[in-house]
């Protein structure tokens, strides 16, 4: 047989087949590293799970507590209705007061909590809110402010509360967090910061599944929230062991303590499976659904905007520090005399004495105190929402039976009464989602959901059609059948407006995951769908709202709006050959750049101009950040005696120091075609080592680049 032929290939392969031409020694040190590796990889893992399953198992008992600690005020509260009204006021005023007292020095636990875990799984480093002292603060403030019958939730606070008791009990567990986040680490790579970035999430997830106790709610919710991200079967798996962790531990813990047999479900109703559902018209019955899922997602989006609208104005008024005439008082002098006027030093003072006890602020108290008094006195007017804790009010709107007694009406009928509830629901959870303390979203939008679903099934739908979606065989319906049917309309309400406001789908699975309730798929999912769709039209939603008030609004803009399949080549900053390096530079120019040139600009990219082209184009060869350049500046002329020296930023020796240590270039940036949607380069910035950069070319020609601080500040509008 002949020999095989030589080829310019073979030839190469032989080549490189010599001594000491391969680039890596398959030895022992080798595979010694790799199982070094391999084992620290382990470790991690382990950590992983066993700070996920003691995260799970603390957050729910907490949130226990928290429930019990209401429960009890609750019960308090009602047992005052009947006595000195004076005393429930006072009771709620001062249990608010106090849960904005506590919060005060530590702003950190102010709100939800929920935007900000979704900008810290976005890459925005946010460690000062998972702290002890923002979960004691946090907890504490929780429970006096929903104890004190302000329409509060526990959801998004919990998933706070949850990603703190994460980081407190294994703090060494977040050290490397800084270093990936706007890395290859953040998100999918391996390591601790993907391990990170999975364990915030788990924390997510167990948040809320412990407050409704509804595991798969908890993921779908939490996974919903938080794209687009780049998540795997490991996170996946994470957040269904937290949920489901925590779950089982709020609910064997609730059960337990009450003295029940079996699991007790948090919210309930007695509809039974046939009830108010079996029709001879179920296309038209489900259109109604539809036509209530609409209705929701007007309601929603425009309740969304009535709260930003009001939390904006409350929050410039509540943190002016000083009155203009006290400040003309003490700073500016007299314009007809050299001598103050006595009267507004005495006021001054007198104002400064007063308000010595309460660190010389008042606003934030005030507002809080008024809000409480408004809620307690409207509660006090309807028997329907007073005294009730949300758990309790949520089962009785959600009740077949509640239009059989007649305790809670008013004079205008069940309509009116329903009406009046549902508006002073609306007002009050905006103001007190407005009054700087604790507070979630989730269970008061229910509870206004709900109302809303009873305003349209006893004042919209009218009775004759209400009658014929009802009858069977001919059959006209009964009390009962339409008892169901009203009760049916709360929880398609409750899941439709909760739906539109958080723009989650979860919230209809949450539903039908706690209730249980046969025949409800269908018209729970076809409502939900319908009201995100049209609230979408309408308003940013709850919690993206919220980050694009704090310089954030680049995440609801990848997550919501059409802003995430723009091309790249429209948010890009255009490139300046000003702004970019040539390949062969002198440490003059590399000095000019590093020290006086866009000090705003933190990457540099290191090009090849093409001289033949008008345009002044170059092709992108490496990047530098400008630190690196300060610090290769000192290493080759730490005296500046040769400024005029030439060197060329693609030397392997700054790609790859000879001494091991960091390199100085980077010779392969991350780069995309100018076409690619704004939200696959945030992705590829998650997964990509980038150094929070990524820039943009045309066949190797540089148009421009993009930071994550660009994408994250980016303005987000309809």
């Not at 008024?370 to 006195?377: E, K, L, P, R």
């Not at 948010?571 to 705003?600: F, N, W, Y």
Request: charged share 15%.
């Amino acid at each position: 047989m002949s020999p095989p032929a030589k080829t310019p290939l073979s030839t190469m392969a032989k080549l490189f087949r010599k001594k000491g031409s391969v680039a890596v020694t398959l030895d022992s040190t080798h595979f010694d590293k790799c199982s070094t590796l391999q084992e620290e990889e382990k470790s991690i893992l382990s950590r992983f799970w066993i700070l996920l399953v003691v995260t799970a198992i603390l957050s729910s008992s907490l949130s226990f507590l928290i429930d019990r600690f209401t429960f009890a005020m609750g019960l308090l509260r009602s047992s005052l209705i009947g006595d000195d009204f004076l005393t429930v006021l006072g009771f709620d005023v001062f249990a608010a007061c106090l849960a904005r007292v506590i919060v005060r020095p530590t702003i950190e636990a102010e709100g939800s909590g929920f935007p900000e875990m979704k900008a810290m799984l976005f890459g925005k480093v946010l460690f000062n809110f998972l702290t002890l002292r923002v979960l004691i603060s946090k907890a504490l403030a929780l429970a006096l402010g929903v104890g004190a019958g302000l329409p509060l939730g526990k959801e998004g606070p919990n998933v706070h509360l949850a990603a703190c008791i994460a980081r407190v009990v294994d703090p060494k567990f977040f050290a490397k967090r800084v270093e990936s986040s706007h890395g290859a680490h953040g998100a999918g790579g391996s390591g601790v910061g993907s391990a990170v970035s999975k364990l915030l999430l788990a924390a997510t997830s167990v948040g809320v599944a412990a407050s409704f106790s509804a595991p798969i709610g908890g993921v779908i919710f939490s996974l919903e929230l938080m794209l687009p991200q780049t998540y795997d079967a490991f996170a996946y798996w994470g957040c269904f062991t937290a949920s489901v962790v925590g779950s089982i531990c709020y609910a064997v813990e609730r059960s337990v303590t009450t003295g029940a047999s079996g699991l007790l479900p948090l919210i309930s109703s007695n509809v039974l499976p046939g009830e108010g559902i079996d029709t001879d018209f179920p296309i038209l019955r489900l259109l109604i659904d539809i036509a209530l899922g609409i209705v929701c997602g007007l309601a929603g989006g425009f309740w969304v905007k009535c709260h930003g609208y009001t939390a904006g104005r409350l929050k410039r008024w509540r943190l002016r520090e000083s009155e203009p005439e006290v400040a003309f008082a003490d700073n500016q002098e007299p314009l007809l005399s050299g001598e103050r006027p006595r009267r507004n030093r005495c006021c001054a003072g007198l104002k400064r004495c007063l308000l010595w006890p309460l660190g010389g602020k008042w606003r934030d108290l005030f507002l809080v105190a008024s809000v409480t008094a408004f809620n307690t006195y409207l509660a006090s007017l309807l028997p329907l929402l007073g005294g009730k804790p949300q758990p309790l009010l949520i089962s009785n709107i959600f009740d077949k039976t509640l239009t059989s007694h007649d305790e809670w009406l008013l004079p205008v009928g069940v309509a009116g009464t329903m009406f009046l509830c549902f508006l002073m629901k609306w007002v009050t959870t905006i103001l007190a989602l407005s009054s700087a303390i604790p507070a979630g979203v989730v269970a008061p939008t229910m509870i206004i959901g709900g109302l809303l679903g009873r305003v349209w099934g006893h004042v919209i739908l009218p009775a004759w059609l209400v009658d014929m979606l009802l009858s069977k065989n001919g059959m006209p319906p009964t009390e009962a059948d339409r008892g169901a049917f009203m009760a049916r309309c709360a929880i398609v309400g409750a899941s439709a407006f909760c739906a539109a406001v958080c723009r989650a789908f979860a919230m209809a699975i949450t539903v039908f995951e706690v209730l249980a309730l046969p025949n409800s798929v269908l018209p729970l999912t076809t409502s939900a769908l319908a009201s995100i769709f049209v609230a979408n039209r309408v308003s940013l939603p709850f919690f993206d709202a919220n980050l694009a008030t704090r310089n954030l609004g680049g995440i609801p803009a990848i997550t919501f709006s059409d802003s995430a399949i723009e091309p790249v080549m429209k948010v890009m900053k255009v490139a300046d050959l000003s702004l970019c390096l040539p390949r062969q530079i002198t440490l003059r120019q590399l000095l000019h750049m590093a020290t006086g040139t866009a000090l705003e600009q933190d990457f540099f990219p290191i090009i090849s101009p093409l001289n033949w082209d008008l345009s002044c184009h170059g092709l992108l060869e490496g990047s530098m950040t400008r630190s690196n350049a300060q610090k290769l500046l000192k290493q080759l002329d730490p005296q500046g005696e040769t400024p005029d020296l030439e060197i060329d930023l693609m030397d392997p020796k700054f790609q790859v120091p000879p001494d091991g240590s960091e390199p100085l270039v980077e010779g392969n940036p991350v780069r995309v075609a100018p076409d690619c949607t704004v939200k696959d380069v945030y992705l590829l910035m998650k997964v990509a080592e980038s150094d929070g950069v990524v820039y943009v070319t045309d066949k190797g020609i540089l148009q421009g680049s993009v930071t994550i601080s660009d994408l994250m500040s980016r303005p987000c509008v309809l």
